[in-house]
């Protein structure tokens, strides 16, 4: 299959999620996360209508986002790409993805926020992030425990105003059935409706991949970020 023909199986899953959930179609954003991949492959995607891109190292989403921005001037087309930093993301190299990125789903520490809260004030943008939640408590991940999670938010809208704190992101142990991590969608959800309580700002919740994206829908996701299940033979 092709990558525009992955993306359109996709999307019927996603909306066939929603439709499950009883919820509204088109509520749910896909992700396509792009790393290895080349330009040649993500402007397909992009051709496709997946305009979503999320890269998990910021040297290789600058290098793309530049090469991105001289394709679309060859090709006299302008696409309206956002980009997503969807990785961990060191202070250090906060500075180079300042007025690029759309969200940084990744915050799980205030140094963190305040580097960013830095850079945005030197740049003079607001800066729409996530907190990065690990509910499994799995050491090789990054991510504060939910309980951590909204006295994080809280901290950052007393002490920051370029940083928006607009929801949570979530990585849940990999499992050969998606039926597995359902409670763990379920927990991050739990979390992330006691924080959105009083906070119109705090509306998405970016979780689920590609194993496991329909029941992440199921529970409650607004974003799902999907990779392999998009470049899987593409092109062939």
Sequence with gaps: MTIA???REIRGRI???ETRAGRAPGEVTLICVTKTRTVEEM??????GALDLGENRVQEMTEKYANMQDMAVVTEKKYNIKWHLIGQLQRNKVKYIIGKTTLIHSVDSFRLAEEIERRAEEAGVDVDVLIQVNPAGEAQKAGVSLPEAEALVSEIESGLTRVQVTGLMSVVPIAGDPEEVRGYFREVKQAFDK?????PAFRHLSMGMTHDYEVAIEEGATMVRVGTGIFRNGGQ
């Design 195 to 199: 924080i959105a309580i009083s906070r």
């Design 15 to 17: 909306a066939a999620a």
């Design 5 to 7: 023909e992955n993306i």
């Design 43 to 48: 402007m397909e995607a992009v051709r496709a």
